[in-house]
């Protein structure tokens, strides 16, 4: 199967050098590796150093949305349409600098209360199947970030990026999913994804889909 979700990918690595780094680095991710930061996955992969993770995530050129898009419907195709369920769920990246994006002093789950993180808002496909992440969208945090061009331009933020709050973002990627020919009667999700006054889902199919009772919706 990781073969031929690579296959499906490939040609978004124009060049055999970044496409062979996707390769290896996705291996590590996979693998039983401790720390999946550069270094580990690096040594992971038989080099010697971390230059070939690091160029493929700071300096090579592909389309990480295009590559999402393939995967996205890779899942669809191999999970089908039983009974399929959108689930939406955040999570949180410790991380001790300030400089990576959206990151701030702020509570997650990883960690169970406040600590410094980013955090993403992550939608999954599940079905009678299986299930897979198909979408993800980082949180921005309005003030620290959002209000800071400076800062937003270090991290190399498009100006395109605004900021929205994480109902929001679960609603693009719904709107996003249905749009892309994902069927799905239910959508589930925390309390906070399910009482958001004021955040309209950009599209009559995503509210329509945000608004299905859930027996699964956890308090």
């Not at 991710?29 to 993770?53: D, F, I, Y």
């Not at 199947?129 to 209000?147: C, K, M, T, V």
């Amino acid at each position: 199967m990781f073969n031929q979700v690579m296959a499906r990918i490939a040609g978004r690595f124009r060049r055999v050098e970044p496409r062979a780094a996707a390769r290896a680095y996705l291996l590590g991710l996979l693998s039983s590796v401790e720390r999946k930061n550069c270094w580990q996955l690096a040594e992971q992969a038989g080099h010697t150093r971390p230059g070939p993770m690091q160029r493929l995530l700071r300096y090579a050129r592909w389309d990480a949305d295009a590559v999402r898009d393939d995967l996205r419907a890779y899942a669809a195709e191999h999970l089908g349409a039983d009974g399929s369920v959108l689930v939406v769920d955040e999570t949180g990246f410790l991380k001790k600098g300030r400089s990576s994006a959206g990151v701030q002093r702020q509570y997650t789950g990883t960690a169970g209360r406040i600590e410094n993180a980013q955090v993403g808002v992550f939608l999954a496909l599940a079905t009678s199947r299986g299930r897979a992440l198909i979408d993800r969208r980082l949180y921005l945090p309005e003030h620290s970030w959002s209000n800071d061009p400076e800062r937003r331009t270090a991290a190399g933020i498009p100006e395109t990026v605004q900021f929205a709050t994480k109902p929001r973002l679960a609603s693009e990627m719904i709107a996003a999913a249905l749009e892309a020919g994902i069927t799905a009667s239910w959508v589930t999700g925390d309390e906070a994804y399910g009482q958001t006054p004021g955040s309209a889902p950009p599209s009559r199919r995503a509210a329509s889909a945000m608004s299905s009772p859930s027996p699964a919706r956890r308090g």
